[in-house]
């Protein structure tokens, strides 16, 4: 560098000289790199489109006209009419792109509103609503077999016949939601949000920033998942640790105890083992449920203790329709979880099924404001009401009679070691009589499953 020092007469500055020969280095290139890069942009093809027209005929300006000349990268924006489009059609989406709203994108026609196909695909600012799906399909809202990312986006009114009313993701899909609404949206199962079981991956169901799921119907959620706490799940827990749906007649079914049968014992075995296929599916349950508490990615198997905690037959439930939906409501320190197991009709064992999630509270989340808690919950504790259904002549219908149902179910207590030296929660894996006393023991006896019962020391 090259500098002279200026004497205006009152002090002197050292100032740098950009002789002309400097100039083009200083300025002029910087610019031309800029226009190099506009240039090779265009030339890749990676632009920012704009949708200008709400309508959906294919028109220029139109969203399904945007979306066919996009390329992967493509930023697509919307303004003026184009800020609220209504489809006729799926629109299907092929290239990794990203939209920014504002905007409200509304189907009108009798099918889904997003297929978002294999791809990375993020969403900002956007109102998704109207999608409607018929027998048998799955997705009212978006139907996603890549990575969706959703920020500030709101999904309602959305309705699917099968699953994922407004999002359904498949089972090797992803999504990251933050700052999202989903609201009013419709299925026979995971009315907000459907992922297939059979594997518990909760990174691959993101929630972040204060995400608001409620009002979905059957479930705001049914998928393995995990949050950072902010988010908040359903209106309401149940006031009741067990309640059903879709029974004939005027009363509940009742519980028959089946702690100490041959198959029950065999449960409590596994859960020891850990080498069974059940002690395994606990474990990585748990390892979903706890491991974005703690900053911990999974459980390991010499941290697990888990064992049976009550066990019920329901036998010859005659049904309304075809699923009796069973609703279990249960509270817990920070690192117990539990789960009920329900009996294979092939007599190949219990395993956990799919769990729709009605409302959950992660332990220190303040209740939602107008919540009424059950009476067995202690403020700073987990609290989570979940929803699984007993189809007629189903994997754990044991009664082969149409229109009635037989199943039987097994609760177990699971937790991390730490956390049971520490005698937290609800006092230990005990079955039966001597497990706690006074009303917490006659509370139990009055259910199948789900009661945290706590020993204060």
């Known amino acids: ?63 399904r006209y945007v979306l066919a000349v996009a390329n992967p990268g493509d930023t697509i924006r919307f303004d003026g009419a184009g800020t609220d489009v209504r489809l006729t059609a799926e629109l299907v989406i092929r290239n990794g792109l990203t939209f920014i709203g504002p905007a409200t994108i509304t189907q009108t026609g009798n099918c889904r509103v997003l297929f978002v196909n ?42 699917a016949s099968l699953q ?23 299925a026979h199962q995971g009315g907000g949000i459907y992922k ?43 006031r009741s640790a067990t309640a059903f749906g879709g029974y ?15 198959d029950v014992d065999a449960v409590s075995r596994d859960l020891t083992n850990t080498e069974s296929h059940l002690f395994q599916s606990v474990a990585e349950a748990l390892s979903a449920d706890l491991g974005e508490l703690s900053g911990e990615t999974s459980v390991s198997f010499s941290e697990l203790n888990a064992c049976l905690y009550y066990a019920n037959a329901f036998e010859n439930v005659a049904l309304e329709s075809t699923d009796l939906s069973v609703e279990y409501t249960a509270s817990w320190p920070e690192r117990v979880r539990y789960y009920s197991l329900f009996s294979r009709a ?19 989340q303040d209740l939602p404001k107008e919540a009424t808690p059950p009476e067995f919950y202690e403020t700073g ?34 937790e991390t070691k730490a956390s049971a030296s520490k005698g937290g929660g609800s006092g230990g894996c005990n079955v039966g009589a001597g497990m706690a006393s006074g009303p917490s023991l006659l509370l139990l006896l009055g259910i199948p499953l789900g009661i945290s019962l706590h020993k204060k020391k």
């Open 1 to 63: 560098m090259e500098y002279e020092w200026k004497n205006s007469g009152k002090e002197s500055t050292c100032q740098q000289i950009f002789p002309k020969r400097r100039f083009f280095l200083y300025f002029l290139l910087p610019f031309a790199i800029f226009l190099l890069f506009l240039s090779f942009r265009e030339a890749s093809g990676v632009a920012m489109r704009c949708v200008t027209s709400g309508a959906d005929d294919g028109s220029a300006g139109t969203l």
């Open 118 to 159: 294999e791809v990375i695909c993020t969403l900002r600012h956007l109102t998704i609503q109207g999608g409607r799906v018929p027998f048998p399909n799955s997705g009212g809202g978006i139907f996603c077999t890549g990575t969706i990312i959703m920020e500030s986006c709101t999904l309602r009114d959305n309705a």
């Open 164 to 186: 994922g009313g407004g999002l359904m993701l498949e089972e090797k899909a992803s999504a990251i939601l933050r700052g999202c609404t989903i609201q009013h949206n419709r």
């Open 196 to 238: 297939p079981g059979g594997s518990y991956n909760a990174a691959s169901l993101r929630l972040e920033e204060g995400c608001i799921i409620t009002d979905n119907s059957e479930d705001n959620i049914n998928a393995t998942y995990s949050t950072d706490g902010s988010c908040t799940i359903g209106d309401t827990p149940n």
């Open 248 to 262: 004939a007649g005027d009363t509940e079914p009742q519980p028959r105890s089946i702690v100490d049968d041959t």
């Open 346 to 364: 092939d007599g190949s064992g219990y395993e956990i099924p799919e769990r729709g999630i009605q409302f959950e509270l992660r332990p220190g």
């Open 381 to 414: 504790e987990g609290l989570m009401t979940w929803r699984n259904l007993v189809t007629d002549n189903g994997s754990f219908d044991l009664n082969p009679e149409e229109g009635m149902v037989t199943f039987r179910v097994c609760s177990v207590r699971a």
